[in-house]
């Protein structure tokens, strides 16, 4: 019914930067509460940012100051941008939505993870 594609994942150096995208399509009215998990190995997944759909913006403490999470609603997408890289930040990435369907229905929606590395 929706789908969220995630792009931009990789490897950078420590100290680098990365900007993840995710792309939400198929049965979507609007879209309220956006954001990025992640999971490292072994792990429960952990949330990095949300963002509402008034933009507001929540962080988890270990990436305050270094990542940025935005949002595009014309387009349907989210972004994390991610600076100053740490190796302690390799996980996979997962976008979410809160989605509202055109019979408004809401529904909570996850791309399927991408990875990043961070190692020199």
């Known amino acids: 019914q929706v789908y969220l594609v995630e792009s931009g994942g990789g490897l950078v150096q420590p100290g680098g930067s990365l900007r993840l995208s995710c792309a939400a399509s198929?049965?979507?009215?609007?879209?309220?509460?956006m954001a990025w998990y992640r999971r490292f190995p072994g792990k429960k997944r952990e949330l990095v940012a949300d963002i509402g759909s008034d933009h507001r913006t929540n962080y988890g403490e270990s990436v305050k100051g270094r990542f940025s999470i935005s949002r595009d609603n014309g387009k349907n997408t989210v972004f994390l941008q991610m600076n100053s890289l740490k190796p302690e930040d390799s996980a996979v990435y997962y976008c979410?939505?809160?989605?509202?369907?055109?019979?408004?229905?809401?529904?909570?929606?996850w791309g399927q993870g991408t990875q990043v590395t961070v190692s020199s």
């Open positions: 198929g049965n979507i009215y609007s879209i309220h509460d």
């Open positions: 979410y939505g809160e989605i509202i369907s055109h019979d408004m229905t809401t529904g909570d929606y």
